[in-house]
């Protein structure tokens, strides 16, 4: 997927854990494998270019896509696996494989709590230790090395935390309206929620919209908060920000 990946367990039997963190990095590199649009034998390439239907992929082929279907539908438009007018659902894949990886953790026998970071987005389940909450630091897009603000997951055993935005990858995210890059005022926007595969596909989305309507947007979802910063270094919050950060 283009990125590296972290993974924090505690607690489990040792050597339980370490099967389950084989299990997923294996895993990781099989969704890589199915999913990659940068190689032309994978899955979803050969889906692309009508080589194979989606009955012929694996299941988790079919999976993600409805997901990315639900993503659409509920950001009107904005969330989209079509990329300059081919397939393309990267856009959802390393949320859902993150998501994935933590969930398959955490089912470990005596695993108190997981964290899993792919590329930056991050998955938390359960808690670090007894009476210590996971707590996500977002990067300061326009202070390289800074931070804009720490997520806590304070009071909650399920947070995911989910950036999109220009300071990694340049100009990547499109306006699926024009087929071209996003103009936007904004240079970043960080969502916080239950699950990594939706805050993933919320935080592209809002960014591609802009400030004024991404942040509408984003106050109409059940269970989500996000933090956006606009180029000219002005910062915005949804209303129930405030306290998951610490």
């Known amino acids: 997927m ?3 990946f972290s993974l924090d367990v505690r607690g489990g039997e040792p050597g339980a854990v370490r ?4 299990e997923v990095v294996a895993g990781l590199h099989r969704v890589d494998e199915v999913f990659s649009t940068y190689r032309d034998s994978s899955q979803v390439s050969r889906l692309a270019r009508g080589e194979l239907t989606v009955e012929e992929c694996d299941p988790e082929v079919a999976e993600v896509l409805e997901l990315a279907a639900e993503a659409e539908r509920v950001s009107d438009g904005w969330f ?4 300059r007018g081919s397939l393309d659902p990267t856009g959802i894949v390393k949320g859902w494989a993150v998501e994935r990886a933590a969930r398959r953790l955490a089912a470990t026998p005596g695993v108190s709590g997981v964290s ?4 930056g987005d991050v998955q938390l389940l359960g808690t670090p230790g007894a009476r210590r909450p996971w707590r996500v630091g977002v990067s300061d897009p326009l202070r390289p090395g800074g931070l804009a603000a720490v997520v806590s997951a304070a009071g909650t055993t399920e947070l995911a935390v989910a950036t999109s935005g ?5 100009a990547h995210v499109i306006d699926p309206r024009t087929g071209r890059s996003a103009v936007t005022d904004l240079v ?11 805050a993933d596909c919320w935080a592209t989305a809002a960014f591609a919209m802009g400030s004024r309507e991404g942040l509408a947007w984003l106050e109409s979802l059940p269970d989500v908060e996000a933090l956006l910063i ?4 002005e910062v915005r919050c949804t209303q129930g920000l405030a306290s998951r950060l610490g």
């Open 2 to 4: 283009g990125t590296v």
């Open 19 to 22: 099967a389950a963190l084989d």
């Open 80 to 83: 989209s696996t079509r990329y």
């Open 116 to 119: 899993v970071n792919g590329g």
């Open 166 to 170: 220009t300071a990694e990858r340049g």
């Open 188 to 198: 970043a926007v960080t969502v916080v929620a239950p699950r990594v595969t939706w």
């Open 230 to 233: 606009t180029a000219g270094d």
